[in-house]
């Protein structure tokens, strides 16, 4: 039995198959936290403490201060006894890298998911080993983002270093929006949990074409392609995640171009004893790298995996952070494509319900219908954080996945509550 360090998670679906998964392999963890409080908020409604404070110990540390963490987390160690160290949360990747070596344990190499993880290092070192992409500039503040634009041609994408979940990214075609796009990064000077952001923008060239991901698992020095898996996009000018389907609709021979893409971006940031979540654009011109994500797949993107393949890209995590070798060769599950579609707001104010749910969830091709309860204050969606909830659909008979998410999804209807009538 292995005890694994958590520290910090996403809320979202990886901070219970993270647990699940440590578990049902029959190890056990400790959660590290600068803010209990995060996790308690969010624990599902009527299910009792969130998965992650179910922990053998929680202990609440400075996990923003990297160097005061690792410091504390040695003094853990000669108590406890890690034997291995994760995160799902982008933002902690490179402190947990750093955990895994100062404390010897297995894990990438700091420098490699430092540069996965800032956008702008990803750009340079990518394009420095001949990886396609999208070409790119690196700016200090909207005067030098502007003179950079005409060089690269308008429209084109302004992105944050920094950020996830596709926040602050926009699509800008001339040089007002571009302006308003940097004014929107320069007036988010602080992420999601309370770390400061580097003031840099990153430009690049709007790619055209469909996207997908590329799931990978590195350990001993070789990465192995579990699939590949596709996505819709909507929300323009942001990037909205709308659903994904696994595998992808794709003809083997452009799966096989995009899967040999992402292994050649893993291999040139130096990627190892880590699972990647690698996404491309599907371009005219051939398979362009978007970003690389050092750690497992999020919106469910493992659980359509494991449903299709059997393989638990969450216990891969586990696995090789523990320095184990994953089980990943597929088993028969009956499914042959799985998918997911997300529920967005088609207005802003609070919900007072959603209609549909009941003849949704009934349907055999369910296997998951997640929504909102009534009172969420909700918002037009400008990124993936906005959704009021899932549905997630097998097909045991071929590809039809995706279609028969988006049709059921069509059925779900949110209802918002009317302000009270003003008095004339």
């Known amino acids: 039995m292995g005890h694994l360090l958590v520290i ?23 959660f590290v936290t600068r803010d209990l409080h995060h996790y308690l908020r969010s624990a599902p409604e009527g299910e009792g403490p969130h998965p992650l404070l179910t922990a053998r110990n929680v202990i609440t540390a400075d996990t923003n201060d990297t160097d005061a963490l690792l410091a504390r987390l040695e003094g853990l160690h000669a ?3 890690f034997d291995g160290v994760v995160s799902s949360c982008d933002y902690y990747l490179p402190a947990v890298a750093r955990a895994a ?18 956008k702008g290092l990803t ?21 030098e983002a502007a003179a950079a634009a005409r060089g690269i041609g308008y429209p084109l994408v302004v992105k944050p270093v920094d950020l996830c979940a596709g926040m602050l990214v926009r699509a800008v075609r001339d040089e007002h929006e571009l302006e308003r796009a940097c004014q929107a990064l320069a007036a988010f000077p602080v992420n999601a949990r309370g770390q400061d952001r580097a003031p840099v923008i990153l430009l690049e060239e709007l790619l055209h074409g469909p996207e997908v991901s590329v799931e990978t698992v590195s350990f001993g020095g070789a990465t192995h392609v579990v699939g590949v898996t596709d996505k819709s996009i909507a929300g323009a000018p942001a990037f909205i995640e709308t659903g994904h389907m696994f595998p992808a609709g794709l003809e083997e021979a452009l799966a096989r171009e995009a899967a040999g893409t992402a292994l050649r971006a893993v291999e040139a940031l130096g990627l190892d004893q880590v699972v990647c979540h690698t996404e491309i654009k599907l371009t005219p011109d051939g398979p362009r790298v978007v970003e690389v994500n050092p750690r497992p797949a999020g919106n469910r993107i493992t659980e359509l995996v494991r449903h299709v393949t059997g393989v638990d890209l969450a216990a891969a995590c586990v696995d090789v952070a523990l320095g184990r070798v994953p089980g990943l060769a597929p088993r028969p599950t009956g499914v042959r494509s799985a998918a997911i579609a997300f529920l967005l707001p088609d207005s802003a104010g609070t919900l007072a319900g959603i209609e549909g749910a009941e003849s949704v ?13 009534p009172g969420r204050t909700v918002r037009a969606a400008t990124s993936n954080n906005e959704y009021l909830g899932h549905v997630m659909t097998v097909d045991t008979e071929g590809g039809g996945a995706r279609a028969a998410a988006e049709r059921l999804l069509a059925g779900l209807r949110p209802r918002y509550e009317t302000s009270p009538a003003v008095p004339a």
């Open 8 to 30: 910090e998670s996403w809320v979202g679906s990886m901070s219970g198959l993270l647990p699940r998964a440590i578990r049902e392999d029959g190890h056990e963890f400790t």
């Open 79 to 81: 108590v406890l006894g």
């Open 101 to 118: 070596r100062r404390l010897g344990l297995p894990g990438p190499a700091p420098e490699a998911v430092e540069a996965a993880c800032r």
């Open 123 to 143: 750009r340079r070192i990518l394009a420095g080993a001949g990886v396609p992409g999208p070409r790119f500039a690196l700016c200090e503040g909207a005067g």
């Open 361 to 373: 969830r009934a349907r055999p091709e369910v296997r998951e219908l997640a929504l909102a309860g």
